[in-house]
Every structure is written in structure tokens, then in C-alpha cells.
């Protein structure tokens, strides 16, 4: 009895070690799949952006090309005076809200990339810890083989004493 209970005991911490390891294995296959996931996202924000700052540019100089026409339809210079005051502030402001659209591109890539790496390492954090269990479910499985071998509880021993 104490041979097959020994027995069991070893598969058991076999199988228990097996899935530790699988588990470890697919938390960090999880883990680069997070980081590889973020940068794509992260590269996508920063290209939507771009986008953005592409569209309001359009919609910029438009805006300062009626500026100019209007002002010109009324026989105002358009390179001095008001109207020109008003042209280099539209542009001024035009100027600040790309910045602004390119700086929030780069925060929503930066918040992507840094929530990724975030969950990739709780994963391989999980993932250590599985692989740890596993490690420590065989070495526990190996000690208590080795102890019941030791109190007489293996097939060997139980054959040498009933001779």
C-alpha cells in the first residue's frame, strides 16, 4: 500500500508540476502578447493623430485663405495692418492646437504602451509564481518520497521485510 501511495503521490506532483509549468509558459506568451498589442495601439494613436493634425492644417489654411479673400474683397491690404494682426494670430493659434493634437496623440500612446507593459508584467509575475509552484511541487513531492523510502514505506523496503 504505501509503494502505491508513494506512486500516486509522485504522479500527482508530476501532473501538478506539469500544469504549474504550462500555465507559467502561457503567462508569458499572454505577457508578450500584451506588449506587442500596446505598441500597435500605441503606433495607431500616434498615426491617428497625424492624421488629425493633417485634417486641421486643411481646415486651417482654408480658414486663413477666407480670411485673406475677405479681407482682400474689401480693398484691405492683407499683409499689413488688422487683418494681418488677425492672419498671424489665426496661424498663432492654428500652431498651438497642432502641438495640442500631437501632444495628446503621444499621452494616448504613451497611456497604451504603459498599460501593456503594466499587465505584461503582472503576467510574468503570475507566470513566475506558477513556475515557482511547479519547482516547489516537486521538490515537496521529492522530499516525501524520499522520507516515506526512509520509514520503510516504498516497495523495496516493504519486500526486504517480509523476507
Known amino acids: ?3 502505491l501511495a508513494t506512486a500516486f ?18 503567462g508569458r506568451r499572454a505577457a508578450r502578447a500584451f506588449e ?19 485634417s486641421y492644417g486643411f ?7 477666407s480670411q485673406r479673400v475677405a479681407g482682400a474683397a474689401q480693398g484691405i491690404d492683407t499683409n499689413q495692418g488688422s487683418l494681418a ?4 494670430q489665426t496661424e498663432a493659434f492654428g500652431a498651438e492646437d497642432i502641438a495640442t493634437i500631437r501632444e495628446n496623440a ?8 504603459q498599460g501593456a507593459r503594466n499587465q505584461a508584467q503582472n503576467l510574468r509575475a503570475n507566470a513566475n509564481t ?21 520509514q ?10 517480509g523476507t
Open 106 to 113: 503621444m499621452r494616448e500612446a504613451y497611456g497604451l504602451r
Open 1 to 3: 500500500m504505501g509503494a
Open 36 to 54: 506587442r498589442e500596446g505598441e500597435r495601439l500605441a503606433t495607431d494613436a500616434i498615426d491617428r493623430g497625424e492624421s488629425d493634425v493633417r
Open 9 to 26: 503521490s509522485i504522479g500527482s506532483a508530476i501532473f501538478s508540476a506539469g500544469s504549474g509549468i504550462a500555465a507559467g509558459i502561457g
Open 85 to 88: 494682426s488677425i492672419t498671424a
Open 130 to 150: 506558477a513556475f515557482a509552484g511547479a519547482f516547489g511541487t516537486v521538490l515537496n513531492a521529492g522530499a516525501n518520497s524520499w522520507a516515506r523510502y526512509n
Open 59 to 65: 481646415d486651417l489654411s482654408r480658414l486663413l485663405g
Open 152 to 161: 520503510g514505506g516504498s516497495l523495496v523496503s516493504s519486500a526486504k521485510k
